[in-house]
């Protein structure tokens, strides 16, 4: 009986394994559902985009992600080293204005030390605008995460989402 046990045991845990494989070579699993444009829509950077004036660096969550997604002046979006969404140049610098208005460069550069929030996710920005440079890292649910910087990650979401998923 004991062996019987093991061995559905190891197979469970082997399955579990090749379900995670799966998703991650694919590219089809459930944490790139938000990022993946549809077919035919995904394309290689340009070599002309200039530096970025937007970088946002996600990790941690209950599943471990890590996304980083780098936003340009000429309104390329790019993941994992593929253009998924092309923006107007007037919604980047909208976007840039509004993060200046929120103070992103009053910030502190991390509020992330001494964080106890396991499941949360770190955020590390950075912006490039108007000869400013600044990254600020903080954790998304932990009390001294401030609004403003919270308010910089939602207007950063909204340039990298994809339409439609």
Known sequence: MRKVFIF???AILLAGCASVAQSTTTGKGPLDAQATPTAGAVSQPTPDQGAPVIVMERSGGI???H???TIYANGQVVMAG???????????NSTLADIQKL?????QADYSKNSNCMDCFLDNVTINSGGNSKTVTAVEGDTRTPAEFLKVIEAINKLTTVPGY
């Open 67 to 69: 996304n980083k997604w």
């Open 82 to 92: 593929q253009v998924v969404r092309t923006l107007t140049a007037d919604q980047v």
């Open 103 to 107: 103070g992103f460069f009053e910030l």
């Open 8 to 10: 559905l045991l190891i």
């Open 63 to 65: 599943a471990g992600i």
